[in-house]
Structures are given as structure tokens and as C-alpha cells.
């Protein structure tokens, strides 16, 4: 369907006169500018939601894709020589960028949040591990596990992808419930509307009798209504868009609120999709209040 | 101009009239009588295409008003001005804007400043221009609907009971405004109980009154 910008630039710029031979209507409008201010405020967040979600799937995805851990769990008197072995086997692994043993002191940080601070960690029988940072190519799990296998037997490689792929399944599914929110909040706006549009026509029904008897087409009496109620839907969605907006950005930054709300927010250039919510409100609310005009003026002749 | 052919309308499974033949011919001055409940103002109402017929053809300036979309029907009241019992304006618009209103809605609005001013000073209401229509006394609502049915200079003017609310000098006043307009060339019909306003109109115009009784339409006898 091609998109007429005429009759855009014609629904703007209005007919002041059939404007004016609808009565403005109080009750209505307040409706309209509520329903779509407080389901553009809605639309934000779900928005936003989606949006961090999408990029906590993303960066999860490439973070963990590139990492893995090798756990070995030698005797002690073995398990320095089964790291240098591990190391030795990483280092000429095609796909591998490093390969380092942790720290004590990073593996002590690692087990901090379970047994406090001040863990003798050098003194404890707990497993060296190893972390591999894959280059862009990536390496072939199933072949350095054989080779893992007969070097270094105490190895455990671990690539993440156990609990990577639920978190990321998780994290998708967070993101189309936001984009299905929306949908529900864009359904509910047009319900809305239609019903304060049909409460205005029928408000008006003395209005549209006269209008029919001077000669006036359905549509330009449809028109009236669609006009004000678009402008409406567009104002309080604008209104609520902004204020959603600065809600957003009023949440906490991920170093007051810990790992968990990382990034729960717009980022960057997704500060702009909020802007395409009023134009769509204005939308829903053009061809709800068409329709449903249209409707009930076939419904009165 | 407009035909009614073997017309017959019910509401509610009874029938209102029926066998209903009437022809409005373009210059000609009709009155509709008949006692209340007849069904007269449903008969005005089949003419200007309010209402569709359960029997028999309506036709509308040549067209079956049966085959017409609302679109064909609000196109043929363009040519048709009514000025109904209740007057039916838009309460929040001054008169002026009330009376413009047909050139409006058909995109005319800018022949409403060369033409509102003759037709105020014509119905006389030149000084009520920027009142409402709840400030306006009955004849001037009269008045003002008989304006704005006339401002888009229909070919048919229909009339339902316009001197129904109004004293005996309005009503002449009204008559003479639409004998007036009958002598443009324009068909006129007029529905009223009035006796005393058709025969005033018989005197200065050639007429034909048609009585609405017992469910049939006929040429009004000698009581007139």
C-alpha cells in the first residue's frame, strides 16, 4: 500500500470548520490523553526492557562463547606439573588467544560470596582453574577434550555452554514478552480509544443528525472525530513517552545496583526508539477511531 | 425532481401507508395535511431519503433512492433544503456558522461571506447573527432553519410543520419567504396542520394540498 503523505499532511493540518461543528468533549479527551500518556509510559519500560534484555542475550552470548575453564583436580604434589601440561596443551591449540591459571587470590575472590573472606585457599584441596580466552575463530571442544584426555587426565574442560544456553534462552525470552507487552499495550490503547470514541459519537448524536441533514458524507463527519481524537492519542503519548523516558533514565546505574539491573535501560542510539512510540499511538488511535466511527455512523443511518 | 411511486412504509410490522403516488414537479407548491400520527413526517422524510420505503420506489432527482449509498444520499440532500419541526442546530456555533453549515460540509465555505449577509438581512436576522441558537426566540430559529435550508439554493425545499411554534404574523411572515422562493423556480412542500396558513398561501399561489388519512395519500377535498 503506498503511503499517501498528502492526506498525512492533510489529517495535520485538519479542516478547522468540521473541527468546529463537533462540540469539544471534556470527558473524552481527558480519556484519550490518559490512556495514551499512561500506556506510552508503559510502552517505554516494556520497550526498555526488551532492549536490555536483547543486549544482555547479546553480550552473555559473546562473552561466554569466548571464555571457557579448565578444572583440574590433581593430587598436590601433581597438580603443578598437570597445569603446566594443561597450559603447554592450550598454548598450541588452534583457536585458543590465552590460557592462564588463576590466581589464589582470584580464586579466593571466586569463593568469597559462599565461605567469607580470609579463605586458606593454598591450604584447601580445591581444583586449579584455568581460564581460555577463544580467539574470533574459536577452538574445537571435542577435539582439545581428547587431547585433554590423554595429557592431562585431571582435566575437566568446561565451555559454558551447560548453563550459557538456558541464560540466554531466558534472556530471548525476556525480550519477546517485552515485545509482546507492547503489542498488548498498543491492542489496549485501540480498545480504549474506540470505546471514547464511540462515547463521543454517540454524545454527539444530535450533532451527526444535523450534519446528515445539511448534506454532510459520512467521512467528513468521521473525520472530525478521527482528527481530534489522532492529536489526542498523539499529545498524551508524547507526554507519556517523555516522562517514561526520564523514569528510565532516573533508574539506578549498574555500580549502585549491582550485577542484576546491568544495563536494564536504553543505551546509546536506542534512546531514540522511544521517539516512534506517540507516531504509533497516533496511528492506533487514527484507524480505531476511523473504524469505529465509520461503524456506528453505518449503525445510525 | 422527486417521485414516490406506489410507496407503502411499516415500522414495527405495521403498516403506516401505503399505495403512496406522489410527484413533485420542478416551480410547483405543495402542502401535506393530516392528522397527527398520519405519518407526514415520515412521508417528508422518505423525500430527502432519511428514510427508506418497505414498499414500492422513491426516486431522487431520477435515481431509486433504495439503489443510493449514503454517500449518493447525502449528495442529493445538497439539493434538497430541510427545515425540520425542531429546528436541529448545532447549539455551540453562532448563527451564522449554523446557517453556513450545508455550504461547509460541501467544501463551499467561502461563498457563505458573499451570500450570509443578503440572506440574514432576507429572513431577517442580520442583528442575531453572532448570537446562539438557544438565545434565539422560535421564529428566529424558524427563520434562521428556513436560511440555512435555502443557502445552498436547493431545487426542492421541504418543510415539516415551520409554523408549528411560531404566532400568526411569523407564520405569515414564513409563508411569504417561501412563496417567495416557489416564485425562483424552486419546488416547495410543506407539511402543517395549519388550515389558515394554506388557505392564505391558495391566495397568493396556485397549490395543490394533499391530505395523509387512513393510510393513503389523496388530493385534499372541499373542507380546504
Request: aromatic share 6%.
Amino acid at each position: 500500500m503506498k503511503f499517501d503523505f498528502r492526506r498525512l499532511i492533510d489529517l495535520i493540518a485538519g479542516d478547522p470548520q468540521a473541527d468546529r461543528a463537533v462540540p469539544p468533549t471534556g470527558f473524552t479527551a481527558r480519556l484519550t490523553l490518559f490512556t495514551a500518556g499512561a500506556m506510552a509510559f508503559l510502552a517505554v519500560f516494556a520497550m526498555a526492557l526488551s532492549l536490555a534484555t536483547g543486549r544482555l542475550a547479546d553480550r552473555w552470548s559473546a562473552e561466554l562463547a569466548r571464555t571457557s575453564t579448565l578444572r583440574i583436580s590433581a593430587p598436590a604434589d601433581q597438580a603443578d606439573a598437570q597445569v603446566r601440561a594443561a597450559l603447554a596443551v592450550l598454548n598450541t591449540t588452534p583457536g585458543v588467544a590465552a590460557a592462564r591459571a588463576l590466581t589464589p587470590d582470584e580464586q579466593r575472590a571466586l569463593l568469597e560470596p559462599w565461605f567469607g573472606p580470609d579463605l586458606p585457599v593454598e591450604d584447601l584441596p580445591i581444583p586449579q582453574l584455568i581460564e581460555i580466552i577463544e580467539d574470533g575463530s574459536g577452538y574445537d571442544p571435542a577435539g582439545l577434550r581428547a587431547r585433554l584426555q590423554a595429557e592431562v587426565p585431571a582435566a575437566v574442560l568446561d565451555d559454558h555452554t551447560r548453563w550459557r544456553e538456558p541464560l540466554i534462552a531466558a534472556a530471548m525470552r525476556l525480550r519477546s514478552l517485552g515485545w509482546v507487552a507492547i503489542l498488548l499495550i498498543g491492542a489496549s490503547t485501540g480498545a480504549m480509544i474506540t470505546l471514547a470514541a464511540q462515547a463521543a459519537l454517540a454524545a454527539n448524536a444530535q450533532v451527526i443528525r444535523v450534519m446528515r441533514l445539511v448534506g454532510a458524507r459520512d467521512i467528513y463527519i468521521a473525520r472530525a472525530f478521527v482528527r481530534r481524537f489522532t492529536l489526542r492519542a498523539l499529545v498524551g503519548a508524547a507526554i507519556g513517552t517523555v516522562a517514561g523516558m526520564f523514569a528510565v533514565w532516573l533508574l539506578p546505574s549498574a555500580d549502585v545496583a549491582g550485577g542484576f539491573l546491568t544495563g536494564l535501560g536504553f543505551q546509546g542510539a536506542h534512546w531514540l526508539w522511544p521517539f516512534v512510540i506517540p507516531p504509533l499511538a497516533a496511528a492506533v488511535a487514527f484507524f480505531a477511531t476511523r473504524a469505529a466511527a465509520l461503524r456506528t455512523l453505518r449503525e445510525q443511518s | 425532481m422527486i417521485e414516490l411511486d406506489n410507496v407503502a412504509y411499516s415500522y414495527g410490522g405495521a403498516e403506516l401507508f401505503s399505495q403512496v403516488k406522489l410527484k413533485l414537479a420542478a416551480g410547483t407548491f405543495h402542502f401535506l395535511t393530516g392528522p397527527s400520527g398520519a405519518g407526514k413526517t415520515t412521508l417528508l422524510k422518505l423525500c430527502y431519503g432519511e428514510l427508506q420505503a418497505t414498499g414500492g420506489q422513491v426516486r431522487l432527482f431520477g435515481e431509486d433512492a433504495a439503489m443510493m449509498d449514503r454517500d449518493a444520499v447525502a449528495m442529493s440532500r445538497r439539493r434538497i433544503g430541510v427545515v425540520h419541526q425542531d429546528c436541529q442546530f448545532l447549539d455551540h456555533l453562532p448563527l451564522t456558522e449554523n446557517i453556513a453549515l450545508p455550504l461547509t460540509v460541501s467544501g463551499r465555505e467561502a461563498e457563505a461571506a458573499s451570500n450570509l449577509p443578503d440572506l440574514l438581512g432576507w429572513v431577517g436576522l442580520s442583528n442575531q447573527a453572532a448570537q446562539f441558537p438557544p438565545q434565539l426566540s422560535g421564529g428566529e430559529r424558524q427563520r434562521a432553519a428556513l436560511a440555512r435550508a435555502v443557502i445552498m439554493s436547493p431545487d426542492v425545499i421541504i418543510a415539516d410543520e415551520p409554523t408549528g411554534n411560531v404566532d400568526w404574523e411569523m407564520s405569515q411572515r414564513l409563508l411569504t419567504l417561501l412563496i417567495e422562493l416557489n416564485k425562483m423556480g424552486k419546488t416547495v412542500l410543506i407539511a402543517t396542520h395549519d388550515m389558515n396558513l394554506i388557505r392564505a398561501a391558495k391566495s397568493q399561489v396556485t397549490t395543490r394540498v394533499l391530505r395523509l388519512k387512513d393510510r393513503r395519500l389523496m388530493q385534499a377535498g372541499v373542507e380546504l
